[in-house]
């Protein structure tokens, strides 16, 4: 069985509904060539590599689009401050962090698949979402901070 990713099953469900809704920004951590062939296919307006390494290789693919090419940490922040009713988080590792925040910052609704945001800064991302309503479609805020104010052995037992 193959497991799919949440941006390949966030992908699927977008496909499956065209028309239904409309991709401002997409990011990937490294593979530009996929990434640029994804966001032509949903009609992104932005894509981001994370890696700044990469960057020409998502111009490249870019090329011919009006899908507008963006590289580094920046450029995700930036993705992330787009209009958009939802954001979903799921950049791995601490990369995902900042423009993570950003969308909350904002009062996005984020669909929180990336548990480094909640392990690294739980508080900080509580604290932020209260002040701005940002809402967590995705139930993890509610379901992980709890245990996460725990401590100790208590905490591993409740994880």
């Known amino acids: 069985m193959r497991r799919a990713s949440i941006g390949t099953s966030t992908l699927d469900l977008i496909k499956r509904n065209p028309g239904r809704y409309r991709v401002e920004s997409i990011s990937a951590r490294r593979n530009a060539a996929a990434l640029g062939k994804i966001a032509r296919e949903v009609g992104a307006r932005h894509a981001v590599v994370a890696d700044h390494s990469a960057y020409r290789e998502l111009k490249d693919a870019l090329s011919g689009s009006r899908v507008e090419a963006a590289a580094g940490e920046d450029a995700l922040v930036e993705a992330a401050q787009r209009p958009a009713d939802w954001v979903m988080a799921a950049i791995s590792g601490s990369v995902g ?49 709890p245990c996460s104010r725990r401590s100790g052995a208590e905490q591993s037992r409740r994880m």
Do not use: H, Q, W, Y
Request: proline content about 2%; aromatic content about 2%; glycine content about 10%.
């Open 97 to 145: 962090l900042k423009p993570t925040l950003a969308a909350v910052e904002r009062g996005a609704t984020v669909a929180l698949a990336n548990k480094e945001c909640l392990v690294c800064a739980g508080g900080l991302f509580m604290r932020r979402a209260a002040m701005t309503g940002a809402t967590d479609s995705s139930g993890r805020l509610r379901s992980t901070m």
